[in-house]
């Protein structure tokens, strides 16, 4: 496809159980992040990627989060242990490459809930 | 840190007026990137208009365009004629050469008929 792909688009899960997320950037994008929106905030942060290193993943909340993309293309975002405050919207954007302001297309995200 | 602060939670507009939306920033960079992004119900990020802060000139697509103020640290949105299809949330991003984009909360637009 032409733009970011996300899926699932919905996901409930019960407290305790681990979750994936999974991301498909724009075919030739070297750049891939990962954030977090709470409801009625902005996105945070979480990590990113440069084709499949993870160059920087201050924004994961704790250990139990965890952040792939071994073969510099799709990215899993997984998440261990849910708990009730990882209930938001997981957005996923890549871009072109790094820098230089490069706009970040974004996909329609995950929206999780923990129950 | 850099901050973003977007201070209008909610904002109404009547359909082919013309409203602005308010972002102020805070960074000791002198060399960096704004952004402002719409999110419809749909929740996709889509990006309506970017400033380079070194271009003193302000941005413009067809209808939005910004009031950039480097020293005020000010970065206003403009959407003249409005229509019922720019009802959605507005986010100022801040970014500054490295990777992270730092989003503002948000003002939610709506456009009334």
């Known amino acids: 496809g032409a733009g970011v792909s996300q899926s699932p688009r919905y996901k409930v899960a019960k407290r305790g159980q681990d979750v994936a997320l999974r991301c498909d950037p724009i075919?030739?994008?070297?750049?891939l992040f990962w954030y977090q929106q709470a409801l009625g905030q902005g996105p945070e942060f979480l990590t990113y990627?440069?084709?499949?290193?993870?160059?920087?993943k201050s924004g994961l909340p704790s250990d139990r989060f965890f952040a792939e993309r071994p073969e510099g293309s799709v990215s899993t975002l997984k998440i261990q242990r849910t708990q009730q405050e990882d209930s938001a919207v997981y957005l996923c954007?890549?871009?072109?490459?790094?820098?230089?302001?490069?706009?970040?297309?974004f996909g329609d995200g995950t929206r999780l809930s923990i129950l | 840190a850099q901050t973003v602060t977007q201070s209008q939670p909610e904002m109404s507009v009547q359909e082919a007026e013309t409203v602005t939306l308010s972002c102020t920033y805070d960074t000791s960079e002198s060399d960096y990137y704004l952004f402002w992004y719409k999110q419809p119900p749909s929740r996709q990020m889509i990006l309506v208009i970017r400033q380079e802060a070194y271009k003193q000139q302000n941005a413009t697509e067809n209808r939005f365009s910004v009031n950039f103020q480097k020293a005020a640290k000010s970065f206003s949105l403009k959407i003249s004629d409005s229509q019922l299809g720019d009802a959605a949330m507005y986010f100022c991003a801040y970014f500054s050469g490295t990777y992270k984009y730092i989003f503002g909360t948000g003002t939610r637009l709506k456009v009334l008929a």
């Open positions: 954007a890549s871009s072109l490459a790094q820098g230089a302001g490069q706009p970040q297309h």
């Open positions: 990627f440069q084709n499949e290193a993870q160059l920087d």
């Open positions: 075919s030739g994008h070297v750049s």
